[in-house]
């Protein structure tokens, strides 16, 4: 068994930044890095592009366990085709919200996502790595920062990445998203028990580094 693996579980709401500062905090510790809401976008864009019904639990999680993926680097290859970019669009972001809500779906990806635990250690984002697959998580960390701090950190994002976007249409998204993934059945974005709450609204990506960086060493006894 791995468990005895360190994970750090950042969990937290779309386009709050956890990626960024659990990609940092991977980084300065040499710790492995999962971005588990990549499976969720990959698993949308594969069913979106091969046009697999949205709605189809059985299809979309055959969809799931079946494709081929491989991080390298900043490249996130599907099939060998680098996707790192297309799978940013917000289109395949709320396709992935809803299919995330799909058990089966997430019971697809949960072996894939388990799997990322290897030895020196694991820092992994998204919704449910502290409550449902890492529960046993050294530090759990729940990252939010307001509607409007993050509907302006996608749009520079999202231009940045070469999309068109509108502010008003991403406030919109982001507050639906944030009620499906709050409310679905199966795994909601919820804090874990234990976890410490960083609203990171007025922080800058290194102040939020440090600040899990520094739970983090406490929780060790250094
Ligand atoms: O973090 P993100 O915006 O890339 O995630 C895209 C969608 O995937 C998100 O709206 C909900 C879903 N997701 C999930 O349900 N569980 C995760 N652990 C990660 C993402």
Not at 180 to 207: C, F, I, W, Y
Request: no cysteine.
């Amino acid at each position: 068994m791995n468990s005895s693996i360190p994970v750090i579980a950042i969990d937290g709401p779309t386009a709050s930044g956890k990626g960024t500062v659990a990609q940092r905090v991977a980084d300065h510790l040499g710790y492995h890095y999962l971005d588990s809401g990549a499976l969720y976008r990959l698993t949308a864009f594969s069913a979106m592009r091969g046009g697999v019904d949205l709605a189809h639990e059985a299809a979309l999680a055959e969809l799931a366990s079946s494709l081929k993926i491989r991080f390298v680097n900043d490249q996130i290859l599907l099939d060998g085709e680098d996707v790192a970019n297309a799978i940013r669009a917000e289109e395949v972001g709320n396709s992935a919200s809803k299919i995330a809500a799909l058990p089966a779906v997430r019971r697809a990806l949960f072996d894939l996502q388990v799997s990322f635990r290897t030895l020196p250690g694991l820092v992994a984002d998204g919704r449910d790595m502290g409550t449902v697959i890492f529960p046993d998580a050294s530090l759990k960390v729940f990252l939010t920062a307001s509607v409007g701090a993050r509907a302006q950190r996608r749009y520079k994002q999202l231009i940045d990445k070469g999309f068109s976007a509108s502010m008003t249409d991403l406030l919109k998204d982001l507050t639906e998203r944030d009620a499906r993934d709050s409310n679905r059945a199966v795994a909601p974005l919820k804090p874990a028990e234990g976890a410490h709450l960083l609203d990171t609204s007025d922080m800058t990506v290194d102040q939020a580094v440090e600040q899990v960086l520094g739970w983090y060493a406490a929780g060790r006894g250094s």
